[in-house]
């Protein structure tokens, strides 16, 4: 089946700094999303991306489909200590949807 | 418009009972997936119901199941509970209209333990 590749698996970083990670596949997709996810809590839609080569912001993220749609990046920019959780990426095809292991993400102050 | 709500918050049930995890999609939304989450293994897919009937089922034991009604609200059934049942499931609603991929809105869980 499809099978997605979230990387990095965590990232340290220091507040005010730029992140970046990223989703691949070995087969495409009609839709990636990107989530997060506090603890204890569910996932949160952060960002829908649905045509290939689409570029969408929400605030300090970007995500972007990647034009194989094979992939997707999502970037975060100028960090705080709130964007600490888990980043969750998610491919969908003819409504079957796969997630990525998560990204998790600790911002130091 | 309320999100998705699962109910019951937090449970703990001993090994080799039952439980019955229940969720509400959002108005309107037809179709309601349900994950189980660990720490070590990510979102695990379980099954996916639209309009009462199982679409997609994924690699768990038949001591799960879930079902649909005609409300679209769903509820998930775990018998003869393990220890390694422990987790947070998830349910997410989403609009499945035509053929279009949309997306998956998620209830907050309901955190199992079992003792």
């Known amino acids: 089946g499809q099978q997605l590749n979230q990387s990095p698996q965590s990232m340290f970083i220091q507040e005010g700094e730029d992140v970046s990670m990223n989703c691949t596949s070995s087969s495409i997709f009609n839709t990636w999303l990107w989530y997060k996810q506090d603890p204890g809590e569910g996932p949160v839609l952060l960002i829908a991306l649905y045509k290939a080569g689409e570029l969408t912001s929400n605030g300090r993220l970007t995500a972007q489909f990647g034009i194989t749609r094979k992939d997707s990046f999502l970037n975060i920019s100028a960090s705080i200590p709130s964007d600490v959780g888990i980043y969750f990426c998610a491919g969908s095809f003819n409504n079957d949807m796969r997630f990525g292991a998560g990204t998790r993400l600790t911002v130091k102050p | 418009k309320a999100g998705v709500t699962q109910t019951p918050r937090y449970l703990i049930k001993t090994r080799g009972q039952q439980v019955t995890l229940s969720c509400s999609p959002i108005?309107?939304?037809?179709?309601v997936s349900w994950y189980q989450q660990t720490p070590g293994q990510g979102l695990q897919f379980l099954f996916e119901?639209?309009?009462?009937?199982?679409?997609n089922k994924g690699n768990f034991p038949g001591r799960f199941s879930g079902r649909q009604f005609s409300n679209s609200r769903s509820e998930m059934n775990v018998s003869t509970l393990e220890l390694g049942d422990s987790a947070l499931y998830l349910c997410?609603?989403?609009?499945?209209?035509?053929?279009?991929?949309?997306?998956?809105?998620f209830g907050q869980g309901t955190r199992l333990t079992v003792v």
């Open positions: 119901y639209f309009s009462e009937t199982q679409r």
């Open positions: 108005s309107g939304h037809r179709s």
């Open positions: 997410a609603s989403s609009l499945r209209a035509g053929v279009k991929d949309t997306e998956a809105f």
